[in-house]
């Protein structure tokens, strides 16, 4: 099993920053991606970011140039740095690890969400 932990999420003013973490801990052989998906009240869920084992990165067109991913590979832990934060950016934020549990057991994960709520 694998457990993803996220923290940093909370309130903040529009125009301001917020830096989520993930760390992720269980039986890891090696993490192809990790990223980041939020959920409004109302709406799906959507793609935020994510960086890959290489670390090429991929945003949403909504975040692009004020979120920033990055990974630290040594300590299983994904970040998200937001910038610039908006009304709109208001959600759960949620964690997500497509793994290898053994060379030949992938798995993906989710954590458990952290609130990001932006006031005007």
């Known amino acids: 099993q694998v457990q993803l932990v996220e923290s940093g999420g909370g309130l903040v003013q529009a125009g301001g920053s917020l830096r989520l973490s993930c760390a992720a801990s269980?039986?890891?052989?090696?993490?192809?991606?990790m990223g980041w998906y939020r959920q409004a009240l109302g709406k799906q869920r959507e793609l935020v970011a994510t960086?890959?084992?290489?670390?090429?990165?991929n945003y949403a067109d909504s975040v692009k140039g004020r979120f920033t991913i990055s990974r630290d590979n040594a300590k299983n832990t994904v970040y998200l740095q937001m910038n610039s934060l908006k009304r709109e950016d208001t959600a759960v934020y949620y964690c997500?690890?497509?793994?290898?549990?053994?060379?030949?057991?992938?798995?993906?994960?989710w954590g458990q969400g952290t609130q990001v709520t932006v006031s005007s």
């Open positions: 269980g039986s890891i052989f090696v993490i192809n991606a």
């Open positions: 997500n690890a497509d793994l290898l549990e053994t060379p030949i057991r992938r798995g993906n994960y």
């Open positions: 960086i890959r084992n290489g670390g090429s990165t």
